[in-house]
C-alpha cells in the first residue's frame, strides 16, 4: 500500500488559484494523506468548490468520453475526460441547461440522461413547474450533442439523505435498477408488480420501541428498496426491498446484484443494532429493515442475511470491477465506499451455495476524505468525487500502472453456478403466471440452500393459497412445513390458524436443527402476528409445550421463546426472564446472531478501530437490554422480588456510559415498564431504578471561564490560523472543558459519551476540514442535514413551531422542540396542521461559542481536532496545520 501526500502530488498536476471565500476557501483544507494500492496512481483532476459549483455527490459516463457530475444542492454538470497527466480547467467545466440538478444518481443510459432528483416537493408550486424527487430521463432530440428534453418517468415522495439515489443499467443492458432508501415511499402504481409480497408489515410480536429522538419513527414497513423500469420508464418492478438506507448498487460478472447498506450508528450496542452490510438483492428479498427496536435478526428465515457485515460507516457508492482496467482479481468483487471513514473496499464475492460471502480489504483511503460516487471511465480507470453536505469537493482519477493483469477469465465454480441457476428458474416464477410454478417452489421448499428456500416460498405467496395450502397440511418433510407455515401465516385466512398450529405442534424442538428450530418460532410468531390470539385451547398447549424448553441452552432460541411465553401468558415466564436479565447482565454478554463489530474486524483499522472499541465497551450487555425491553410488556407473574430485581438492573443501565440519548431510550422502556406496576406500589420502585432528566445534565456542567464576546468569521480566524493552533499548548483536560462548557456534549457525541440529537463527531476531523469544522460552528444553518433538521410546522392559526418528531398517529404529533431535553415534548393536533417543511433554522443554537474566551476556543477546537483522544499528536507540541 503506497501513501501519497496529497499536496505533493498537486505540484505534479498543476497549481490551483484559491481565493478566501467560503465557497473557494480551500486554502485551509486540511491536506489529505491517501493510503494507495501498489501499482496505481491517483490523479486530483478539478474542485468543483473553488469554483462555486458545489459538491458533487453524482457521476455518469456518457459517451465520448464526456463525464456528468451533479451538485448535491445544484446542477448537472459535464466535461470531457482529461489525457493522462492533465487535469480541467473551470472553462471546459459547463452545464446543463435544464431546469433540473440536485440529483443522487445520474446513469448514461439508452441515448439519454436518467437522473435521480432528491428535491422537496413545493405544494404550493404546480408539479409542471418544478422537478422535485423523482426518476427522470433528459434527451438530446435535435442530436446537436447537447441535452434539451426532460420527462419525468416517476415521481416519488420522499427527499434528503434517506431519500431517491442512484441507477445501475441490467446485465443486458436492456433495464436500468433504482436504488432509494427508507424515507422514500414506495409509488402505489409499484405495489401490483411487486416480486415481494405487497402485504409486508413491521411483524413484530411486540410493540416495537422508537428512537428516542424520533428519527424515521414514521417510517413503516418495508424501508428502503429497489426497483427496475424499461428505457420508456414503463413496466416499473419492486425487486428488493427491508434496507434502512443503501446509496447505489451493482451488478457482478455473474449478473447477481448487490448494495450497501447503512447501519443506524446511534444503535450501537443495542440488541437490534446491525453493521454497515453488503446484501445480495435477489428477485423477490427483504432484508428485514424496521423502524426502532423493531428490525428483524437476520437469522429470522423470513428475511435473508448479509454476505457480508462491516464496520460502522456511512455507505455511498457500489461498483463492479468488471469494467475496470485492474488486475483480473478484481473483476467479480466489488468497490465500495463509506463516507464517514473515507475509505474504498474491495469486496471479493465467493461463492456459497446460490449466494455468496465477501472477504474485504482495504484498496484505498484518506483523511479527510468524504467519498461520495465513483464510475468506471470509458478509458478503464475509475473516477470518484469527494463531498456532500456542502464540503469542499474533488474529482479524482485512479489508473492502474503495473504489467500483470492476471487472468482475465474468472474461475468458475460449477455447483455454485448450477445453483444460481436453479434458483433463477425459481425466481422466473415470481413474475410469471405457469402450473409448473407450485410443483417447482414445493420441490425446493426444503433446499439446503437458504436463498433458494427463500425463492421457492416467494413463489407460494404468489399463489391463491387454495392452490397449495392441502400440500402443507398433508406434508411430512419438516424444512417444507416450516417454510410453507411462515406463507400460510403470511397470505392464509385467520381461520386456518388452529390447523397451522397443530400441524406444528407435532415438532420436538429438541429433534430439530438450530435452523429449523428458529424456523420453528417464527412460524409462531407469525401465525399471533397476522392471525391475531390463539383460542384459549391452543394458547394453554402452545404455552405449555413451548415453557418446556424455556430457558434453553441457545441464546438465540430463548430470545425467540422469551416472547412468544410472554406473549402466550405462560407459567413461570416472567420469573425465568427476569432470571436471563441477571444472568446476561453479569456475564455482560453481546447479543447473539446481531454480529456487532468483532475484535477481529476493528483491528483491521488502527485509526478508528480503537475509538470503535471504546464504544462499545462503554454499552451495557445488549442481550440483558433485550430481556429489559421485553419484560416492560409484562403484566403478570410478578413478585416484590422479582421488580425490585427488575427496577434495580434500571438503576444501573441509567447510570452506565452509553449516552445520553441511550439513557433516555431506556427511560421510555423503564417508563411503559412503570405502567404495569400497581398504582400504590409505584413510588417505591420509582425509588429504586433511578429517574433520568436531560435537563439534570445542564446543571452538571462546567461553566465557561469568559468573558466571552461575539465573535465574527474573521475573529475565529485569526484564533485559529493566527499562530494559536501552530503553537498551541493546551492540555486535553482543557479541551474537554470547553467542549461540556459550549453545551456540545447535550446534542453530540464525543466517542461513545453525549447526546444524539446532532451528529456523532468523534470522527469529525477525519472527513471535514479545519475550516469546514469551524464554519459549521460559527454558521450551523449554512448547512443542515436533514438527519437532524427540525420539522417546521405552520398552523392553521397563523403560528409556527419546530422540533423533532418523537411520534406520530392518525390525530396527534408529538412534538421534541428542546434539543438539551429530549422528555420536554408538546402534542400538535394534526388537523391544525396546515403543512409541514425541513426547518431552515438549526436546531444547534448559534453563538455558543459567545459565552468563552478566546483560549477556551481555541481549547474545544483543538479538541475536536483530537476525536477526543488524549493521546492525540495535537497534544503532544505536534499541532497540525
Known sequence: MTKINAA????????????????????????????????????????????????????????????YACDQRGKIYFFQAPKEGNVISASEVDSVDLKIGEAHGLLWAHNSLYVSVNKKWDDEVPDEEENGSGVYRLTDTDNDGELDTLDMLLKLEGQGEHGPHSFVPSPDGKDIYF??????????????????????????????????????????APGGWIAKFNAEGTDWEVISAGYRNPFDIAFNQDGELFTYDADMEWDIGMPWYRPTRINHATSGSEYGWRTGSGKWPAYYPDNLPAVHNLEQGSPTAVLSGAKLNFPATYKNGLLVMDWSFGTVYFIDLKPKGSSYIGEREEFLSGTPLPLTDMIAGSDGHLYFATGGRGLNSHLYRLRYTGEDMGTTEAKQDTEAKVLREL?????????????????????????????????????????????????????????????????????????LQGRILDKLYQFKLEQLTNQQQIALLRSYALVFIRMGEPDEQHRRATAKKLNSYFPHANNTVNRELAQLLLYLKADGATENIVQLLEKHAREKTITEGVELLSEEATQRSEQYGPLIREVIAKMPPSESIYYGLLLSHAKEGWTNDLREKYFLWFYDVLGAKGGMSFKAYMENVRLQAMTNVPENKREYFQEI????????????????????????????????????????????????????????????????????????????????????MLFA??????????????????????????????????????????????????????????????SPISPMPPGLLNRLNEQEVLDLFAYLKSGGDENHEIYEGKAME
Open 8 to 67: 505533493a502530488y498537486i505540484l505534479l498536476v498543476g497549481c490551483l488559484i484559491l481565493s478566501c471565500t467560503k465557497e473557494t476557501s480551500v486554502s485551509t483544507e486540511k491536506e489529505i494523506e491517501f493510503n494507495l494500492p501498489d501499482n496505481f496512481v491517483l490523479e486530483d483532476l478539478y474542485r468543483p468548490s473553488i469554483h462555486g459549483q458545489g459538491s458533487w455527490v453524482a457521476l455518469a459516463q456518457g459517451p465520448n468520453d464526456r463525464v
Open 179 to 220: 436504488i432509494a432508501g427508507n424515507h422514500t415511499l414506495i409509488p402505489e402504481s409499484l405495489l401490483e408488480n411487486s416480486r415481494l409480497p405487497a402485504n409486508w408489515d413491521e411483524d413484530n410480536l411486540f410493540p416495537p420501541y422508537l428512537d428516542a429522538r424520533g428519527h424515521a419513527n414514521d417510517i413503516k
Open 423 to 495: 434458483r433463477r428458474s425459481i425466481e422466473k416464477y415470481h413474475t410469471e403466471e405457469s402450473e409448473e410454478a407450485i410443483p417447482l417452489a414445493w420441490a425446493n421448499l426444503g433446499h439446503e440452500d437458504r436463498f433458494i428456500r427463500y425463492a421457492s416460498r416467494i413463489v407460494l405467496e404468489h399463489r391463491p393459497v387454495d392452490q397449495w395450502q392441502n400440500l402443507f397440511f398433508n406434508e411430512k418433510d419438516v424444512t417444507k412445513i416450516l417454510e410453507a407455515g411462515i406463507a400460510l401465516a403470511r397470505q392464509g385466512d385467520k381461520n
Open 689 to 772: 431504578s433511578g429517574v433520568y432528566s436531560p435537563s439534570t445534565a445542564v446543571a452538571d456542567l462546567p461553566q465557561p471561564i469568559g468573558p466571552g464576546k461575539e465573535y465574527s468569521g474573521r475573529d475565529m480566524s485569526q484564533i485559529l490560523w493566527g499562530g494559536g493552533l501552530q503553537n498551541y499548548s493546551g492540555s486535553f483536560t482543557d479541551g474537554e472543558r470547553a467542549y461540556q462548557a459550549a453545551m456540545c456534549v447535550l446534542c453530540h457525541r464525543m466517542r461513545g459519551e453525549g447526546g444524539a440529537a446532532g451528529p456523532d463527531l468523534t470522527q469529525a476531523h477525519t472527513k471535514f476540514s479545519d475550516y469546514d
Open 777 to 838: 460552528i460559527y454558521s450551523p444553518h449554512d448547512e443542515i442535514s436533514d438527519q437532524y433538521a427540525n420539522t417546521l410546522f405552520h398552523m392553521t392559526d397563523g403560528k409556527k413551531i419546530a422540533g423533532r418528531i418523537k411520534a406520530e398517529d392518525d390525530t396527534t404529533i408529538t412534538l421534541m422542540p428542546n434539543p438539551f431535553n429530549e422528555s420536554y415534548t408538546v402534542e400538535l393536533a394534526t388537523s391544525d396542521v396546515e403543512k409541514r417543511e425541513l
